[in-house]
């Protein structure tokens, strides 16, 4: 039995990372529940973690990826640009797993089955 080999993907910006599947899980997790606390608490990160990613998201992009409404327990919701983000993520992490999954079956097969790693 091979072990199964999840491909992530992470985008950097000159050499910074800026994009990868803790950011957009967070952004997937706050579409759902509309609160970057929840989010957050969903994820097990604090609200300053949330805010603090939720805002570098927010500076990346062309326009606001969330957009916050004022007020102690005002929410948040994702801007067309957040849903843009997501989606092209998950467009780009699919292809990737298909353009490389023989490969990744290929090396699955090479590593060392799990109750042998300590030999």
């Not at 999840?6 to 990372?17: A, F, K, Q, S």
């Not at 843009?84 to 998950?90: A, F, Q």
């Not at 990737?96 to 090396?107: S, T």
């Given at each position: 039995?091979?072990?199964?080999i999840?491909?992530?993907?992470?985008?950097?910006?000159?050499?910074?990372?800026a994009?990868?599947?803790?950011?957009?899980r967070?952004?997937?997790?706050?579409?759902?529940?509309?609160?970057?606390?929840?989010?957050?608490?969903?994820?097990?990160?604090?609200?300053?973690?949330?805010?603090?990613?939720?805002?570098?998201?927010n500076?990346?992009f062309?326009?606001?990826?969330?957009e916050?409404r004022?007020?102690?327990?005002?929410?948040?919701?994702?801007?067309?640009?957040?849903k843009?983000?997501?989606?092209?993520?998950?467009q780009a992490?699919?292809d990737?797993?298909?353009?490389?999954?023989?490969?990744?079956?290929?090396?699955a097969?090479l590593?060392?089955?799990?109750?042998?790693a300590?030999?």
């Open positions: 039995m091979s072990a199964e999840r491909l992530t993907l992470r985008m950097d910006v000159d050499g910074h990372p994009l990868g599947h803790g950011k957009i967070l952004l997937e997790q706050l579409a759902e529940s509309g609160s970057i606390s929840a989010a957050g608490r969903a994820m097990g990160m604090s609200y300053r973690r949330a805010w603090l990613l939720i805002d570098a998201l500076s990346q062309r326009t606001p990826v969330v916050t004022p007020g102690g327990g005002g929410g948040a919701r994702l801007t067309e640009m957040g843009t983000v997501i989606r092209c993520y998950r992490e699919y990737a797993r298909a353009g490389a999954r023989a490969p990744l079956d290929e090396l097969t590593l060392r089955p799990e109750n042998d300590a030999s």
